[in-house]
């Protein structure tokens, strides 16, 4: 009778893993164009946003650097869109910090896609890992490098 009672350990739930949010930054007309990237990245278990296509351009411009600020890794499709483009959206990226942007990117991609242009083919940039379609179209592979160093800065073997 004296004896203490059992100790009933609770055991606490695993933690859930947190999710990484990526934001795949393409333009109007390469939407079609990136949802291979969109529906695989997605199936490897990444959070996957698309920029909004809104007529309200003042309500798309506030939802585009809220996503930049808040995603975990960047990913550019540079398919129709021209390097101009490009080239804007890589600036509004370097100006994510003065927006609000708290932590590092884990990671930072440029897939470029078709149609090949003689641009395209010598673009290179030290901005971001630079990832190029296959003549055959989308394949995994081609996103290796940027999912590998996505895992490494994540912590994941």
């Known amino acids: 009778q004296l004896a203490p009672p059992?100790?009933?350990?609770?055991v606490a739930p695993a933690p859930q893993q947190e999710l990484t949010h990526l934001y795949l930054v393409c333009?109007?007309?390469?939407?079609?164009?990136?949802?291979?990237?969109?529906?695989?990245?997605?199936?490897?278990?990444?959070?996957?946003?698309?920029?909004?296509?809104?007529?309200?351009?003042?309500?798309?411009?506030?939802?585009?650097?809220?996503?930049?600020?808040?995603?975990?890794?960047?990913?550019?499709f540079y398919g129709e869109a021209g390097e101009p483009w490009l080239r804007r959206k890589l600036r509004e990226l370097q100006k994510s910090a003065g927006l609000g942007r708290e932590k590092p990117l884990l990671a930072r991609g440029i897939y470029v896609g078709h149609p090949l242009t003689p641009q395209k083919e010598r673009f290179r940039t030290l901005e971001a890992t630079v990832l190029r379609e296959p003549t055959e179209g989308f394949?995994?592979?081609a996103l290796a490098p940027f999912l590998t160093e996505l895992d490494r800065a994540r912590g994941v073997q």
């Open 6 to 10: 059992e100790v009933v350990k609770k």
């Open 27 to 76: 333009d109007p007309m390469d939407v079609e164009a990136a949802r291979p990237l969109e529906d695989f990245l997605f199936d490897q278990g990444f959070e996957v946003t698309l920029p909004l296509f809104d007529e309200d351009e003042a309500q798309a411009r506030m939802d585009h650097e809220e996503s930049l600020c808040s995603c975990d890794a960047v990913l550019f």
């Open 139 to 141: 394949s995994p592979q």
